[in-house]
């Protein structure tokens, strides 16, 4: 297995990421839930404090100041963890990330109070659990109205299993430029960073997010990473940033 050379990287609350390996993590489609009632101006799948680690490598994410690579686990109030893993790493190593649990009608998708570019339902068709969905609607089958379908490839992964998610598009222009709250953590705008057409494309608040790209203000970028592709190729995102 090819080891890519450690990467400075600054978590979403502000701290310097460590070398080394999270003992103790999830195996891949482990959860760990709450059950109290979430904020009403989330989506059920929101994506946040999404995390990568590959040996040398580890990139740490959080969620309203709960590290994914924690250890013992933990996570946010009202989220859920999840391993996604990546193709062809040591078990344990790969994407994580935080899910919101909280169900929503699925009649008013369009009406989610969250930026433009905002990540649902973020999952790996054969890796992740296949309880993971975007207002109750499975992201490898098709999104909510106001949302549009986005995938990445897994480069060591055998035909038909991917990365695939929902990018939500405010069509009624509810959170222009962000201004609204959201998640220290959320993604947003995630992308595949060798895509050549829209089905692998994101955008941040119309930021187009490809390795080397610019995120909005208030968000760090993140990535590439896909394991089996040369280092700087792969799934690629913007995080909210604690102010």
């Not at 502000?14 to 009632?37: F, H, K, M, Q, R």
């Not at 659990?129 to 992964?157: M, N, T």
């Not at 962000?178 to 953590?185: K, R, V």
């Not at 995120?215 to 799934?235: A, E, I, K, M, S």
Request: glycine share 14%; proline share 7%.
């Amino acid at each position: 297995m090819h080891r890519h050379p450690l990467r400075a990287a600054t978590s979403l609350l502000g701290l310097t990421v460590l070398l080394g390996a999270c003992e103790g993590a999830p195996g891949p489609d482990e959860i760990v839930s709450t059950s109290s009632a979430a904020s009403q101006q989330n989506p059920q799948g929101l994506t946040c404090g999404v995390a990568y680690q590959n040996g040398g490598i580890w990139i740490d994410g959080a969620c309203n100041f709960k590290r994914t690579l924690a250890s013992p686990p933990e996570h946010a109030q009202d989220y859920h963890l999840v391993n996604d893993g990546d193709t062809g790493l040591m078990k344990g190593d790969g994407f994580y990330h935080q899910a919101l649990d909280m169900n929503q009608d699925l009649a008013r998708p369009v009406d989610a109070t969250v930026p433009r570019g905002t990540t649902c339902g973020f999952k790996h068709t054969c890796n992740t659990s296949k309880v993971e969905k975007c207002f109750g609607l499975d992201p490898a089958q098709g999104c909510p109205l106001g949302w549009i379908r986005v995938q990445a490839s897994d480069a060591r992964a055998n035909t038909g299993c991917n990365f695939v998610w929902c990018e939500y598009l405010d069509p009624q222009g509810l959170c222009p430029n962000s201004a609204c709250p959201q998640p220290f953590g959320l993604a947003c705008g995630m992308s595949d960073s060798d895509a050549s057409n829209g089905q692998g494309n994101g955008f941040c608040q119309g930021f187009r997010i490809t390795r080397g790209a610019r995120c909005p203000t208030g968000y760090t970028l993140n990535g590439p990473f896909d394991n089996g592709r040369t280092f700087g190729h792969g799934l690629v995102w913007c995080s909210k940033d604690h102010p």
